[in-house]
């Protein structure tokens, strides 16, 4: 079975300040992992994904994160926040081609002028 | 491409009414999901579909069903309405058997029932 854990259900940050949004999965295999942004009224829409290329993996909009295996993370950051980084934030992660997605519950991210 | 459409986008029902959610995609996908998002809860997954024909149940799956005949076409039905069913539904699809593939979803179905 796989989980996901997102710390923090409410980020706040001022712009142009560093972005960090933790989350940490469990999973008995190595697995695929997400990050999504949904903003205001919209759907879900891929921000990156890791795909065991790289254990830092670039998005966009400025976003990367890092797959540590030993911390079972992967946390997403951003150097600076803008305003237009105001969203919710879901981690993501899935144990194979056909496995179902478990979602975390999400981190909504309030970027102070 | 149009992507993944849903309708309706707003919904009222009064408790026992039955509706269909409609979900359609254009780029050939096997995979399709319907999720519903409630505050602080995540996303959920309802019922999912990896081809036409075949449907199988996630993890809140009373009081909703779905079939799939066609591989554009994925809508779910609502059985008889319930105050507890009031939240955002949104469809997702992804091609193919590689897990790296992304979803891409609709904009999603605001449900109101009262």
């Known amino acids: 079975a796989q989980s996901v854990t997102q710390l923090g259900s409410h980020v706040s940050v001022s712009e142009g300040a560093l972005v960090l949004l933790r989350c940490n999965y469990s999973?008995?295999?190595?697995?695929?992992l997400f990050w999504y942004v949904q903003y205001p009224n919209q759907g879900l829409q891929l921000l990156l994904k890791y795909t065991s290329a790289a254990t830092l993996v670039k998005g966009i909009n400025g976003f990367e994160a890092e797959f540590k295996k030993s911390e079972t993370s992967f946390h997403l950051t951003k150097p600076s926040a803008h305003m237009s980084d105001a969203a919710e934030y879901f981690c993501?992660?899935?144990?194979?081609?056909?496995?179902?997605?478990?979602f975390g519950t999400g981190t909504k991210l309030q970027v102070i002028p | 491409n149009a992507g993944v459409t849903q309708t309706p986008k707003f919904q009222v029902l009064k408790t026992g009414q039955s509706m269909t959610l409609q979900c359609a995609q254009d780029m050939n996908h096997e995979y399709m999901s319907w999720y519903r998002q409630d505050p602080g809860m995540g996303l959920r997954l309802i019922h999912y579909s990896v081809g036409a024909g075949i449907t199988d149940q996630g993890e809140v799956p009373n009081g909703y069903n779905v079939s799939r005949s066609t591989t554009e076409d994925f809508p779910l039905r609502l059985l008889s309405a319930a105050p507890s069913q009031t939240s955002v539904y949104f469809c997702?699809?992804?091609?193919?058997?590689?897990?790296?593939?992304?979803?891409?979803f609709g904009p999603g179905t605001r449900l109101t029932v009262l």
């Open positions: 997702a699809s992804r091609a193919g058997t590689s897990g790296y593939n992304e979803q891409f």
């Open positions: 993501a992660v899935r144990l194979g081609g056909y496995q179902k997605v478990t």
């Open positions: 999973s008995s295999v190595p697995p695929y």
